[in-house]
């Protein structure tokens, strides 16, 4: 039976660039954002992709069924998920599968959405669900590994090779390449979120951004600050 792993990343941050990264190791296949379709029926909001994404992606009950809980030809299943798609969903899928959580300093992440959605709220970029979830999985007895994505780009074997250890997994160097275009495996709002990415043959240098933010977003970014130092406390280095 394939081990699952599943990658709790809030958006506008490297979640496909990880994606991507899992995908160039032999003994993982990859799935993306296999819920975010069940999150556009429960939680009634426009986004880019949205009728192409309902047309292929089913409820989570169906989700669970079809993708958590069917065999797969490889020891490990990567799965990329988005914190904020874990709304009305039955957690039993949980069980037996490990997790990490995808954090970057939201300030980043609200100067990133809203160059395509332009009035987002807490659920909209995921970090208190983060919060939440990591707690969530503490007091079940597997506190998750957090992984920032800034960090990461600094320095992505020294990270990647942490992480894999906190998953108790192998680290393959593989990891730190892929070749540039779209994966088979990209969902269908891929021509919205990825063209940048499909670009790309590697995780970008770092490049620090501005975390200051328009004033309409200040309110957001206070509220959601307190989530971020918490789970950045207990990041990986």
Known sequence: MSQHI??????????????????????????????????????????????????VQGPAEQVIREVFERA???PLVFHKQMAHHLIEVDRRFFAGARHFLLI??????????????????LTDIGIAMQTALYDELVAGGHAPAVLDGNELLQDPAGVLSRLCDRLEIPYYPEMLSWPAG?????????????????????????EPKSREVPLAQQALLAEALPHYERLYAVAIR
Not at 104 to 121: D, F, L, Q
């Open 6 to 55: 599943h990658m709790w990343a809030g958006p506008r941050n490297v979640s496909t660039a990880l994606m991507y990264s899992f995908a160039q190791r032999p003994d993982t296949c990859v799935v993306d954002e296999p819920l975010y379709g069940h999150y556009l029926r429960v939680h009634p909001v426009d986004h880019p992709g949205q009728a192409e994404t309902l047309a």
């Open 72 to 74: 797969y030809d490889r």
């Open 182 to 206: 779209p994966r088979p495996e990209d969902g269908p709002w891929a021509p919205w979120w990825y063209s940048r990415l499909h670009q790309s043959t590697g995780f970008a240098p770092y």
């Open 104 to 121: 970057r300093h939201p300030a980043e992440v609200i100067n990133s959405y809203i160059k395509v959605m332009p009035k987002p709220g």
